[in-house]
């Protein structure tokens, strides 16, 4: 399998503190992740591009201070949301990208999703 | 650029009718082309895929044909259950898009008891 787990599933938090969000591919290597954003009843909208041992890529309109993306390892990917605020509240949905030798596919894994509200 | 363009919803069925879902999509290049399904209060699953033209995806009942000459990615299901309630997404990777997914705006769907 191609399993992606996301910690934590849940987070309330108060406006102005920071919330760091992990991402795990568990039974596989992926050099490359993603980090969404998802409104209720809406599509998926990406925020970011992190490749193990680079700095992520952004979206267009995605603020990178304060959205930090860190991608240590293979399988660890971390997205730290700083001074969080109440426009901040909402689904955020990793995925990752197998590696394969020679290449990789073009198959993402999603995790489950964090709710993150901003009281 | 790259879209995706997905049947709007909500689309509501009864157990065991038929499910069409249109997807149609714009790309450069061999897109890669996908279903994702979302049930409440999760994140995405990989339904199926299809890597070339004429390729047939199927998982769990539900298939999918990739159409290069109507640029369409159509799901399908003979006979829907309940617990195929969720949203579906369709979604393409194109090799001119830094391998990037581009999804539709998917498309809710309750199956009725």
């Known amino acids: 399998g191609a399993v992606v787990s996301q910690h934590p599933s849940r987070v309330i938090c108060k406006s102005g503190t920071s919330v760091k969000i992990e991402c795990r591919s568990l039974d596989f290597q992926a050099t490359t992740m993603f980090w969404y954003r998802q409104f209720p009843k809406q599509s998926l909208m990406l925020m970011a591009t992190?490749?193990?041992?680079?700095?992520?890529?952004?979206e267009q309109g995605v603020e990178k201070d304060k959205f930090l993306i860190n991608h240590a390892s293979l399988t660890l990917s971390t997205l730290t949301v700083t001074s969080a605020h109440p426009e901040d509240s909402s689904f955020y949905i990793c995925?990752?990208?197998?590696?394969?030798?020679?290449?990789?596919?073009?198959?993402?894994?999603f995790g489950p999703g964090t709710r993150l509200t901003v009281l | 650029g790259n879209s995706v363009t997905q049947m709007e919803g909500p689309v509501t069925l009864s157990e065991e009718a038929f499910l069409t879902i249109n997807c149609t999509y714009t790309?450069?290049?061999?897109?890669?082309l996908f279903w994702y399904v979302q049930y409440p209060g999760e994140g995405l699953q990989l339904l199926l895929k299809a890597t070339k033209a004429d390729d047939k995806g199927s998982n769990k009942g539900f298939e999918a044909t990739y159409r290069k000459e109507t640029t369409s990615f159509h799901l399908e299901k003979g006979s829907v259950q309940v617990s195929d309630s969720a949203v579906y997404f369709c979604?393409?990777?194109?090799?001119?898009?830094?391998?990037?997914?581009?999804f539709g705006s998917g498309t809710q769907l309750t199956v009725l008891p």
């Open positions: 992190s490749n193990e041992g680079s700095k992520a890529t952004y």
């Open positions: 979604a393409l990777v194109s090799s001119g898009s830094a391998r990037q997914l581009t």
């Open positions: 790309a450069t290049g061999y897109p890669s």
């Open positions: 995925s990752a990208r197998r590696s394969l030798s020679g290449g990789y596919t073009d198959t993402q894994y």
